[in-house]
Nanobody, 121 residues
Framework: QVRLVESGGGSVQPGGSLRVSCQASGSIVSINYMGWYRQAPGKERELVATVSSTGTTNYADSVKGRFTISRDNRKNTVDLQMDSLKAEDTGVYYC???????????????WGKGTLVTVSS
């Protein structure tokens, strides 16, 4: 299985920037979607951004224009650049890999253990 390890979390003031990274132990070339999710205290885990194997990106409305996701299939990494951070961005950020179980429209997921991002004054 693919192991995912996140790094780059930390504490930052509102308006600041952070870059979290995800290193995969195996190849992500065949992974359909790489993504980042987050979970704030007392809330459900939510999608932040995804990037497909062909480079198509998708972002949650709350982060559009502020976050940028990218994947490097040669390095087996997925990064999330976070700018103009807000207090509500605080949470544990998880790396995700979604792959097809085929045949048929079925999917499987790999998850990292998360990295904490805290945005506060």
């Amino acid at each position: 299985q693919v192991r995912l390890v996140e790094s780059g979390g930390g504490s930052v003031q509102p308006g600041g920037s952070l870059r979290v990274s995800c290193q995969a132990s195996g190849s992500i070339v065949s992974i359909n979607y790489m993504g980042w999710y987050r979970q704030a205290p007392g809330k459900e885990r939510e999608l932040v951004a995804t990037v497909s194997s062909t480079g198509t990106t998708n972002y949650a409305d709350s982060v559009k224009g502020r976050f940028t996701i990218s994947r490097d299939n040669r390095k087996n990494t997925v990064d999330l650049q976070m700018d103009s951070l807000k207090a509500e961005d605080t949470g544990v950020y998880y790396c995700n890999a979604r792959y097809g179980l085929g045949p048929g429209p079925r999917w499987g997921d790999y998850w990292g253990k998360g990295t904490l991002v805290t945005v506060s004054s």
